[in-house]
């Protein structure tokens, strides 16, 4: 926009974001289709979240003379004119949540909020506004645990939820598949990359680590009975890099590891009472989870987690001294997996 006086048409303005009292307009390219959308704003509004567009502000627009009076070189409605260097839709993102931060409160556990916080996240980011870039990055380290204890936490809610999406013929609850309701992996991963968020990537490659590659998230919803019905859980894999890529075979050959150990390290010790039976057991056990938990024997964490309830799952069992000490030794290479999450996929 060259002009000195120009207008914005109505349709080249956001329908919610072009206040009649603003006193600067910004406007900025749509990514989809190149055109130009105008946004008028409050300076003031815009100052209090970010110091750099305060200081933005507070230069001197460039002037030209007209007239008898020297005027703004760009203007637009009559108010100063900037042009921004973001797209439009990562702008509207983020005046949204300044304008309106209630409403644009993001649900617990939605797979989806990694994609509609990016734009927020980057001009956030871009542009200093601490207090809302620390806001985003809470909700995101809300729906991935950073302790184990939190893991087991999330674990149980999901259990619960599986259950409940089990009972209904659609596999649906309130209109939403257990997919609907649950984390994504991938697009936490690549937010987490993109802006600087560690805490969070630990949780989301083991998680990620436990799905298919056949799970796309958009494929399985162009066809969601064959498999969202049932269950399943998805990822969007196109949003991951080749580093991401290979931190992740990179983990899911450690696990696989930690896995087939599990047989030595927690059901190949001897009984310290030196029952015989139990020597027989103890392979038993191992032999259970093998043969009749094939879901769970990519899933270490909860392999670990079911050693310390054996006498729930199976009917012959070690004497009680080798099940507390199966349960102790479980227990300790659980705690032991987790802190290593960070080195098994290269995240140090």
Wanted: overall charge negative.
């Amino acid at each position: 926009m060259s002009t000195s006086a120009a207008q914005s048409s109505p349709d080249e303005q956001h329908p919610t974001l072009y206040f009649e009292d603003g006193n600067v307009v910004l406007s900025a390219l749509s990514q989809e289709d190149g055109s130009r959308q105008y946004f008028r704003a409050h300076k003031s509004i815009l100052s209090k979240h970010s110091h750099v567009l305060a200081d933005m502000f507070v230069l001197p627009p460039l002037m030209v003379h007209s007239g008898s009076q020297n005027v703004p070189l760009e203007t637009c409605d009559g108010v100063v004119h900037v042009q921004m260097p973001d797209s439009a839709e990562d702008l509207a993102s983020f005046l949204e949540v300044l304008y309106d931060p209630l409403g644009t409160a993001y649900k617990r556990f939605n797979p989806n909020t990694p994609v509609l916080v990016e734009g927020t996240l980057k001009l956030a980011t871009k542009y200093e506004c601490d207090a809302l870039r620390t806001r985003i990055v809470e909700n995101l380290e809300a729906d991935w645990p950073q302790t184990l204890a939190q893991w087991d936490a999330r674990r149980a809610e999901g259990i619960l939820a599986r259950s409940e999406h089990a009972q209904q013929f659609t596999g649906k609850v309130n209109g939403l598949y257990l997919d609907d309701r649950l984390p994504e992996p991938a697009s936490a991963i690549r937010i987490a990359s993109d802006y600087g968020i560690p805490s969070i990537l630990p949780a989301a490659f083991y998680q990620l680590a436990l799905l298919s590659t056949d799970a796309d998230w958009d494929e399985y919803r162009a066809n969601p009975g064959k498999h969202l019905r049932f269950g399943a859980r998805t990822a969007r894999w196109r949003l991951l890099d080749k580093r991401d890529l290979l931190r992740l075979v990179h983990g899911q050959r450690l696990i696989a590891a930690y896995t087939r150990d599990i047989g030595t390290y927690v059901f190949g010790r001897r009984c310290q009472r030196a029952v015989k039976s139990c020597a027989k057991a103890r392979t038993e056990c191992w032999k259970y989870f093998q043969e009749n938990a094939p879901i769970s024997m990519d899933d270490p964490l909860d392999i670990l987690y079911d050693c310390s309830r054996l006498e729930t799952l199976l009917p012959d069992v070690p004497c009680a001294a080798c099940v507390a000490d199966i349960a102790t030794i479980a227990e300790k290479k659980r705690r032991e997996l987790w802190r290593s999450l960070p080195a098994f996929f290269n995240l140090q």
